[in-house]
């Protein structure tokens, strides 16, 4: 009963010869391997933290002041770069010639209602403060692996 869940010879050779590709040696030929694969990821730093992002995340950040609805916003500090297969990841950030992505404004919206009660005991003090944290949403647009960085 065993063996027949168990795969054929063929089917693991024919899977690892799928998966077998030579390791890029340079940082342009790894570019055009991710370049070639179907779906991208990068880890990028927007208001001080990392973000995994794909295109099209819908992102939600603290607020941040000089921006307005609308605004492009062009992330520079990208860590790593990478796709299903292939990952590049920069030391510290990958150069920004090399990779482009951007975000667009959504919204400037706020969090749910957050409630501090404080106390102290046996002195009749006590304060309620309430307080809504703002945020800003950022859509992430296509992630662009620049084919020649030179140019």
Do not use: C, W
Not at 63 to 70: A, E
Request: proline share 7%; charged share 25%; glycine share 4%.
């Amino acid at each position: 009963m065993a063996s027949l869940f168990r795969p054929t010879l063929r089917a693991v050779a024919t899977r690892a010869l799928h998966t077998q590709t030579a390791a890029p040696t340079t940082t342009p030929s790894a570019l055009s391997l991710i370049r070639t694969q179907p779906s991208h990821y990068v880890v990028a730093s927007v208001a001080g933290r990392k973000y995994l992002l794909t295109p099209r995340d819908l992102l939600t950040v603290p607020r941040l002041k000089d921006v307005k609805v609308g605004d492009v916003l062009k992330l520079s500090d990208i860590h790593e770069l990478g796709s299903r297969e292939f990952t590049i990841r920069g030391n510290p950030t990958i150069p920004a010639e090399q990779v482009r992505v951007e975000a667009t404004v959504v919204e400037h919206t706020k969090g749910k209602m957050e409630v501090i009660f404080k106390k102290k005991r046996r002195k009749g003090y006590e304060r309620t403060i309430r307080h809504k944290q703002t945020y800003t949403r950022l859509r992430i647009g296509p992630i662009d692996i620049v084919e020649n960085p030179s140019s």
